[in-house]
């Protein structure tokens, strides 16, 4: 179980963690090589074209990480964005799931290049992340880290080191279906306004010239898993996150949220979650 000791006597996230470190970094690399190379190969049965988005990079990229989890976690539950050859190799149904996202924002992020994309898995059990890898790979920065653990950022040909949440600026990174006029409040609050993917926004108080995040998802919908796997780094490094109802941010991956903010400060979460309120 997740935070228990192995056969080996090692610590199931602490692993997971380090056993994954190189595949993340050779699925960011497979991505960026092939950024600005490929063209998007719709999904069929898709609702959106967001949703639709799908390119050879994406495949390829989760297929650099599966084989490597096959290899030390084959006996996991699989939430896999895309429908790869080594997808079916893992159990239906376990008590642990990896939720993986190759490239979260295929389309806005990756293919137009509107904002950082990311790279991103978590390891779960009972419903929480207990572990996590959040790749940006256009901006070189791999984060990682356990659940109520300093989470730690790295950079190319760097050393993992521990990384706090910090009111670094001005900038707020937003989804890109946030209305005009949430932005507008917020830039009138004396904010920058800066698109990304959720993967980048879940571990916005990380990252530099960064001082938030915020999300909003379609009426009728929620936060996907996907979405909240970075939110394991941000609490780590001292963040603060809350949804709509201004209470912290649910734990369990698939409690129903609509709004995501996450900030250093608790002023700023609260400032974005007022800015977006009279858009629910």
Do not use: W
């Not at 939430?79 to 008590?95: I, K, L, S, Y």
């Amino acid at each position: 179980m997740v935070g228990g000791p192995d056969r080996e006597g090692l610590d199931r996230g602490e692993r997971f963690v380090a056993l994954l470190r190189p595949a993340v970094r050779q699925a960011a690399a497979v991505a960026r090589a092939l950024e600005g190379r490929v063209a998007n190969r719709p999904k069929h049965g898709e609702s959106t074209e967001v949703k639709a988005a799908l390119t050879i990079a994406d495949s390829a990229a989760q297929e650099a990480i599966l084989v490597v989890l096959r290899d030390h976690f084959p006996e996991v539950a699989l939430e896999a964005e895309e429908d790869t050859p080594t997808v079916g190799q893992f159990p239906a149904d376990a008590p642990e799931v990896v939720v993986l996202d190759p490239i979260d924002g295929t389309l806005n992020g990756y293919l137009e290049a509107r904002g950082p994309y990311a790279v991103m898995l978590g390891l779960a059990e009972d419903d929480r992340f207990h572990a996590a890898h959040v790749a940006l790979p256009r901006e070189g920065m791999f984060l990682d880290g356990l659940r109520d653990h300093v989470p730690s950022r790295t950079r190319p040909r760097g050393e993992p080191r521990p990384i706090r949440a910090s009111a670094d600026g001005a900038r707020v990174l937003v989804s890109y279906t946030l209305p005009e006029e949430v932005t507008d409040r917020l830039r009138a609050a004396g904010y920058e306004v800066a698109m990304a993917c959720g993967g980048a926004i879940s571990v916005a108080p990380l990252l530099p010239g960064v001082c938030a995040g915020l999300r909003l998802a379609p009426a009728g919908s929620r936060i996907s898993e996907r979405g909240r796997i970075g939110l394991v780094l941000s609490r780590g490094g001292g963040a603060v996150a809350l949804c709509e109802s201004g209470a912290p941010f649910p734990d369990d991956i698939r409690a129903p949220a609509r709004v995501l903010t996450v900030a250093a400060e608790p002023g700023d979460a609260e400032a974005l979650l007022r800015a977006v309120e009279p858009a629910l």
